[in-house]
């Protein structure tokens, strides 16, 4: 691993090495364009997860991380359409959003929120890679469990009076429930019609082998949530309903014709939810 990566989270950088390995490896049309990962990681780390590639676990793995890449992209030009302009991603990792922006997200103003360590591991693989910064990326360095998540974004030049929309895709799991709590608070305090995709671990999946594995990495899980009584806590906080990735229609839309490997996952803990509007 080039050492500039070493300050990475190791789970962020698997994951970016999961969508690597689509591009290499899965067949079309892809569940996400991603041609900028495969330029984030380094060639032993992908060839690593190439290899482990068909591994019943890997392989619904890399199906999920795909999937909530998509269904969040989905669900924020979804809201650009209706008049968003601010996109957050919390615990961005090394999510390639902001660099491979379709023309639709060019109105938007794009935040990456991260440990320092992981924030610039990034930068510095970006800057190899050639990749530029785009001009509408602002970059906000925050641990979530040492710094208050509104304080580090006030620091920003993010504007707390309009709508925007946040994403934390396989951050939740790994934070304290006091942290996760704070960032559903903080969503739901920005105007009606923001929105968080996120995704989430149950109890169960607390069990399971991709939980031991992320231990070993140093990254061990610690916080599940379950669909009742999120919906319920949600919904006390200003949200509209929760809404979960329908998986029989991702079945229908993604993998009715597919050559390769790929699967629906027979559940995938991914989800959004809207502020609804304040009752007078
Ligand atoms: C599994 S990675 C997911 C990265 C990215 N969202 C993706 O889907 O590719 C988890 C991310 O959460 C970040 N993270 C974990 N704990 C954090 C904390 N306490 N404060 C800030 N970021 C944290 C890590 O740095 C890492 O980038």
């Known amino acids: 691993m080039p050492a500039q990566q070493r300050s990475a989270s190791r789970t962020a950088l698997g994951v970016a090495a999961l969508r690597a390995a689509h591009q290499r490896i899965d067949g079309e049309p892809k569940l996400l364009d991603d041609r900028i990962s495969e330029k984030l990681v380094d060639r032993e780390t992908l060839e690593r997860t190439i290899e482990r590639a068909a591994v019943p676990e890997a392989l619904a793995l ?29 615990g961005a990792g090394f999510d390639t959003f902001a660099y491979r922006q379709p023309d639709w997200a060019h109105s938007l103003r794009l935040y990456e929120v991260d440990h320092g360590g992981s924030q610039s591991a990034k930068r510095a693989s970006l800057d190899e890679a050639g990749i530029v910064r785009p001009h509408n990326l602002e970059y906000v360095a925050i641990d979530f469990e040492s710094v208050s998540l509104r304080d580090g974004l006030k620091a920003s030049s993010l504007d707390f009076t309009q709508p925007t929309f946040f994403s934390c895709l396989g951050v939740l ?32 999946a607390m069990n399971s082998e991709a939980a031991r594995r992320v231990e070993n990495m140093g990254e061990p899980w610690r916080t599940h ?56």
């Open 62 to 90: 890399r199906v999920r991380v795909l999937l909530r890449s998509r269904f969040t992209e989905e669900r924020l030009e979804a809201a650009v359409r209706r008049g968003v302009r601010q996109f957050v991603c919390l």
């Open 173 to 204: 799991v790994y934070l304290s429930r006091a942290a996760v709590d704070e960032i559903f608070t903080l969503v739901a305090d920005f105007p009606p019609g923001s929105e968080i995709a996120f995704t989430f671990a149950t109890g169960q």
């Open 225 to 280: 949530l379950e669909v009742a009584a999120l919906s319920r806590d949600l919904a006390r906080l200003g949200y509209g309903p929760l809404e979960m990735l329908d998986l029989a229609e991702a079945g229908r839309r993604f993998f009715r014709e597919r050559t390769d490997l790929l699967q629906p996952p027979p559940h995938a803990g991914i989800a959004a939810a809207i502020v609804r509007p304040r009752s007078s």
